[in-house]
């Protein structure tokens, strides 16, 4: 079962929307085949909710996420993580410090899902406007619903980003 790991910094906002999503794609849209699918944060603190702003935009989604609980990124997730999706190139930066054998499997989302390559980071919207985090979970959304895509095409960490 592929094992897809989604990482942002406190795995309250913006890692919990592309989980959710790709979570209720697949089970929606979805080629059969299961995923595990999971988040987690850089700087996460260990059972912190996801934002209620989250929970709000996703409710809208048919999405509950009230059982989240942030999870910080350890050695074990990302041992056992097939493709790491991060936010920003810090995220990459800061994953690859601390994991180096994670390089071969950690790309940034919008990249590996090939849109909008001009500007590969997807901004925190952590402590901003409702109208914000909306803005947040559209950038998702289109990254989202083309690394479905790619998932049922076979599309995966070996192959690399798509637009290269």
Sequence with gaps: MPNILFVCTGNTCRSVMAEAL???????????????????????????QASE?????????GVDVSAHEAALLDEALVE?????????????EALLARFPQAG??????????????SNPDIADPFGCSLAKYRQTLEEI??????????????GGAD???SGQ
């Design 80 to 92: 056992k993580a097939e493709l790491i999706l991060v936010m920003t190139a810090r995220h990459k």
């Design 141 to 154: 959304r289109e990254s989202i619903t083309k690394l479905m895509i790619r998932l049922k095409e076979g």
């Design 159 to 161: 192959e690399g980003r």
């Design 53 to 61: 702003h989250v929970h709000t935009l996703l409710s809208e989604e």
């Design 22 to 48: 790709l979570r209720h794609y697949w089970e929606q849209e979805g080629d059969g085949r299961e995923l595990k699918i999971s988040s987690a944060g850089l700087a996460a603190i260990p059972g912190d």
């Design 104 to 117: 071969p499997k950690t790309y940034l989302l919008k990249e590996f899902a090939g849109t909008n390559a």
